[in-house]
C-alpha cells in the first residue's frame, strides 16, 4: 500500500521543499518516507527515483558524492570493496510498523593507485578493447602492502586485429614485490604478421579506354603501392574505384596515385570515358600534401598555355614540378610558378615540397628567395664583378628590396650623413646567387644619383648578418668599385647628402 509523509507542513514549505529536494542534496536527505544518513566522508547524496510516497518493493538507486580521499565502506549493512563505487541500489522496505526507511551510509579515508592497461592492434582474450583499471588500495594509515597480483592482470595474445598476431607488453606488469607507489600503465601490443602475402591487380573499364599498371604486383600488409592509368585516343580517364581490398587510395581522381596494402588482396578498376570531340584538355595541379597547387586556364585547346603556381604550407618550401601526365614540358620544373602548352592529353602536374632549413631558409627569406624571386629583370642590372681586371662571364649586379632583417641591419650600419640608395644583390646567368666571394666590384652608378661632390661607398652584409662598409677607391664619378673580402649575400650603395 501507498504511504504519505508523517510530518505536517503548511502547502508553500512542502513545495519549497520540493523544488530544493530535486536538486541537489545534503549528506542527510528525505523523500517521503525515505531517509539517507552520511557521514563525514559524504558531500552530497541524491537518488532515482526522487518522490512522496513509495511502494514496498520500488527499487531506488543512490549516488554519492565523495570528499577526496574517502570511499564507500558500507551500506545498508553492505560492505564494500571497490574503492570507486559511489552509487547503489537498494529495494525499498519500511518494515511491517510503517516506519521511514533509513540507509545509512559509511565512508572511510583510503589510499591507492590506478594500474591501467591497454591494448593496441587487437583485443584482450574476453574480446573487448577498452582500457582494464585495477586500483590497488588500502585503508589509510594500514600496514598493507600495495603490489600488483597476477590474477590482477588482463589475458592477452590471443586475438591480434587482421593483419597482427601476438606481441607484448612495452614492459611486463610486475606481480611480485613491487610496491605501487603511483599510477601506472602498462600496454600490450600485437604485432603486425609479415608471413602473408596478397596480391596486386589493376584493371581498365572499358579496356579499350586506356592502359594500366602497378608498381609491383603482390606485397604484404604495409606495403606501398603505386598505380598508374594511361589515356588511349579518344578517351580520357575519369577515376580510380577500389572493388576489393579495402585499401584507401591517396587521390582517386588521379591517373597516378598509391595506397598501402592491408591484410587481403587487392584490385582496383581505372574507368576511362570517350571524350567529346572538339571538347578541350582538362588541367589538373594538386600538392603532395605538404602545400597547394593552383593551374591558370583548367582547361584548353592543344596549345594552349597554362601558368601552375605552388604555394608551401608553413615549415615547408617548394621542390620542384612532377608532370603525372599528359607529356607537357615545363618551362621551369624547380620554379614554383611556371607555365607549361597543353599537348594531346590531359595534364595533371604535381607540386613537391620539402622541409625547410631553419636556419638556411630564414637567411633567405631576409633577401628573398631564388624560387620567390628566380630570375633577373633586365631593367635591375646596375654592374659587375671583376676578378683580376676582367668582368666574370653572366654575373651581374640586379637590384633587389631585402627583407627586415637586413634592411635594420644596414640603415643601422649607414654613417652619419649618409643615405640608403638601394639594395642589391649577385646574379649568376640570370638567377639569383646568395654568396659572393672575394674580388672587385664595380657599380654602375645611376644617372638620377650622380652630383658633384657626392660620395659613394657600399654596406656588404655576410652570411652571418654582419655589415662591412666597402670605400670606394676609383675616381670615375659614374662608377663605384670596392674590393670584397668577406662571403656577401646582400649590399645597399649608400651615399653623402
Known amino acids: 500500500m501507498k504511504k504519505a509523509l508523517r510530518i505536517v507542513l503548511k502547502p508553500a514549505v512542502i513545495a519549497l521543499f520540493a523544488i530544493v529536494c ?21 558531500k552530497s547524496i541524491s537518488w532515482t527515483p526522487h518522490q512522496q510516497i513509495y511502494d514496498n518493493g520500488d527499487t531506488i538507486t543512490a549516488n554519492v558524492v565523495l570528499k577526496n580521499g574517502y570511499m564507500i565502506k558500507s551500506y545498508l549493512n553492505e560492505t564494500n570493496n571497490d574503492p570507486k563505487l559511489n552509487s547503489f541500489s537498494f529495494v525499498y522496505d519500511d518494515g511491517p510498523t510503517y516506519a521511514r526507511m533509513e540507509v545509512n551510509v559509511e565512508t572511510m579515508q583510503f589510499e591507492g593507485f590506478d594500474v591501467t592497461f591497454k ?30 597480483r597476477d590474477a590482477d592482470v588482463p589475458a592477452v595474445g590471443s586475438k591480434p586485429d587482421a593483419g597482427y598476431k601476438a606481441g607484448s607488453w612495452d614492459e611486463v606488469p610486475d606481480t611480485t614485490e613491487y610496491l605501487v607507489s603511483s599510477d601506472i600503465t602498462y600496454t600490450y601490443s600485437y604485432v603486425k604478421d609479415e608471413t602473408n602475402e596478397y596480391t596486386v591487380a589493376v584493371n581498365a573499364d572499358p579496356a579499350k579506354g586506356g592502359t ?12 606501398e603501392v603505386t598505380i598508374t592509368a594511361n589515356e588511349n585516343d579518344g578517351y580520357k580517364f575519369k577515376n580510380w574505384e577500389v572493388t576489393e581490398g579495402g585499401v584507401t587510395l591517396q587521390n582517386a581522381q588521379s591517373r597516378h596515385t598509391t595506397f598501402a596494402i592491408k591484410n587481403a588482396n587487392v584490385a582496383v578498376t581505372a574507368h576511362f570515358e570517350e571524350r567529346k570531340p572538339g571538347s578541350s584538355y582538362e588541367v589538373r595541379a594538386f600538392g603532395d600534401g605538404h602545400g597547394n597547387a593552383e593551374a591558370s586556364p583548367l582547361s584548353g585547346a592543344s596549345g594552349t598555355k597554362v601558368t601552375i603556381k605552388a604555394t608551401p604550407d608553413e615549415g615547408y618550401k617548394f621542390k620542384e614540378w612532377k608532370v603525372i601526365a599528359g607529356g607537357v614540358d615545363l618551362a621551369n620544373s624547380k620554379d614554383a610558378q611556371t607555365t607549361f602548352n597543353i599537348k594531346n592529353a590531359d595534364v595533371e602536374v604535381k607540386a613537391l615540397f620539402e622541409k625547410k632549413d631553419k636556419k638556411k631558409d630564414d637567411d633567405n627569406d631576409d633577401h628573398e628567395s631564388s624560387n620567390a624571386r628566380p630570375s633577373v629583370n633586365p631593367d635591375t642590372v646596375v654592374g659587375y664583378f671583376i676578378v683580376n681586371g676582367q668582368p666574370i662571364p653572366g654575373v651581374l649586379m640586379a637590384r633587389m628590396k631585402q627583407g627586415p632583417a637586413a634592411q635594420a641591419v644596414f640603415k643601422a650600419s649607414c654613417p652619419a650623413g649618409w643615405s640608403e640608395a638601394f639594395t642589391f644583390i649577385i646574379a649568376v646567368n640570370g638567377k639569383l646567387d646568395y654568396t659572393l666571394k672575394s674580388g672587385t666590384l664595380t657599380i654602375i652608378i645611376p644617372g638620377e644619383l650622380v652630383k658633384a661632390g657626392r660620395q659613394f661607398a657600399l654596406i656588404g652584409l655576410d652570411k652571418n648578418g654582419k655589415a662591412v662598409v666597402f670605400r670606394d677607391i676609383d675616381t670615375d664619378p659614374n662608377t663605384l668599385t670596392a674590393i670584397i673580402n668577406i662571403e656577401a649575400y646582400a649590399f645597399d650603395l649608400i651615399c653623402t647628402n
Open 212 to 223: 594500366v599498371n602497378t608498381s609491383k604486383n603482390s606485397g604484404r600488409t604495409g606495403d
Open 22 to 42: 530535486s536538486f541537489i542534496f545534503t549528506s542527510e536527505v528525505k523523500a517521503g518516507d525515505l531517509l539517507i544518513h552520511g557521514d563525514e566522508g559524504v
Open 119 to 148: 591494448v593496441k592492434n587487437g583485443a584482450w582474450n574476453d574480446g573487448t578493447k577498452q582500457d582494464k583499471i585495477k586500483t590497488v588500495w588500502r585503508k589509510r594509515g594500514e600496514d598493507k602492502a600495495l603490489v600488483l
